[in-house]
């Protein structure tokens, strides 16, 4: 059911929640192994590395395993399905490429469309994001000395919270759609961009300056 369209955005969400349970255990762990330390070792390091690499591979495996979702396709639909797979299935190479030709011609003129390209400015705006609070965030907190002998481990503390958000998150908008959809999606961007403004407005207060460049003993702008 998961592509019906009463239950795509609840089952989406679900999954979305899901997902970031990844980011509530794994920094509960880095949490209590990095603990009071200062400085974070090779052989510290290291079992975080194979941990990530091997449950990486174990959920790329699972993947293979997924069960095809249920048809929910007409009679007509089914028999002009049928009709393109005899039409691959006797086709060449060459109409192969040309049909990769099309559908790349077709992405690009839809990508300079006027819809797409407002679009796009909130696509590089979450990868921004993304950035900031993956790589950038956790990086300015392990350098801030100010934190005292627990600085590293609070790089853990953040991804739990951050985990902590996404989850909820997703388990609000997706489990309580069925409540939140009728005041439309407007209330929600406003309540994200407050969020958001709010979140970006203490971090600037509380992180250093210098804090991305090196160790830093400043405790922030507060």
């Not at 997902?19 to 009071?36: D, M, T």
């Amino acid at each position: 059911t998961l592509f019906r369209s009463s239950t795509i955005g609840r089952n989406s969400g679900i999954f979305w929640a899901l997902l970031q349970f990844s980011l509530f255990f794994g920094n509960l762990y880095i949490y209590f192994s990095w603990k009071g330390k200062r400085t974070i070792s090779e052989a510290e390091r290291k079992p975080v590395f194979i941990a990530l690499t091997v449950i990486s591979l174990v959920g790329t495996v699972l993947l293979f395993i997924i069960r095809n979702p249920a048809s929910f396709t007409s009679s007509s639909d089914d028999v002009l399905e049928n009709d393109v797979r005899a039409e691959e299935s006797s086709g060449s190479v060459k109409s192969y490429l040309s049909k990769a030709g099309g559908a790349f011609k077709n992405a690009v003129r839809l990508f300079i469309t006027k819809e797409m390209l407002l679009l796009n400015v909130y696509v590089a705006y979450t990868g921004l994001e993304l950035t900031f609070y993956s790589g950038v965030y956790g990086t300015c907190i392990g350098a801030t000395s100010a934190f005292g002998d627990d600085e590293k481990s609070l790089i853990g503390l953040s991804g739990i919270f951050i985990g902590v958000g996404e989850i909820l998150g997703g388990g609000i908008f997706g489990l309580l759609m069925s409540k939140t959809k009728r005041f439309g999606r407007n209330p929600v961007v406003f309540l994200g961009l407050v969020v958001h403004l709010l979140a970006f407005f203490l971090i600037f207060l509380n992180v250093p300056n210098n804090a991305l460049i090196a160790a830093s003993l400043e405790i922030g702008r507060a």
